[in-house]
Nanobody, 119 residues
């Protein structure tokens, strides 16, 4: 059984920072692309950032220059450093990972972690 376990969400004031973590647990052979999505109330889930196994990354225009995605391949873990947070960043953040498990490659989702930016 493979799970993506997220941590690091919470309440922060505008201009503040948070760091999200997502670790894949279980019998993971290899990890490919890993990323973060978010979903605000009444809106569709959107891509925030994605990083390849080689370290190449892409970001949504709305977070460029403020968020940084990184990963630890040895631990099958992905991070999202969020700086200069704005109220519009408020959402449930979901981790996504493309993993090789028991010789089968599939996509996995975390359970989501709430990020609230408010004064």
């Amino acid at each position: 059984q493979v799970q993506l376990v997220e941590s690091g969400g919470g309440l922060v004031q505008p201009g503040g920072s948070l760091r999200l973590s997502c670790a894949a647990s279980g019998s993971v052979g290899s990890s490919y692309a890993m990323g973060w999505y978010r979903q605000a109330p009444g809106k569709q889930r959107e891509l925030v950032a994605v990083i390849s196994s080689g370290g190449s990354s892409n970001y949504a225009d709305s977070v460029k220059g403020r968020f940084t995605i990184s990963r630890d391949n040895a631990k099958n873990t992905v991070f999202l450093q969020m700086n200069s947070l704005k109220p519009e960043d408020t959402a449930v953040y979901y981790c996504y990972a493309d993993l090789l498990v028991a010789f089968s490659r599939n996509g996995y989702w975390g359970q989501g972690t709430q990020v609230t930016v408010s004064s």
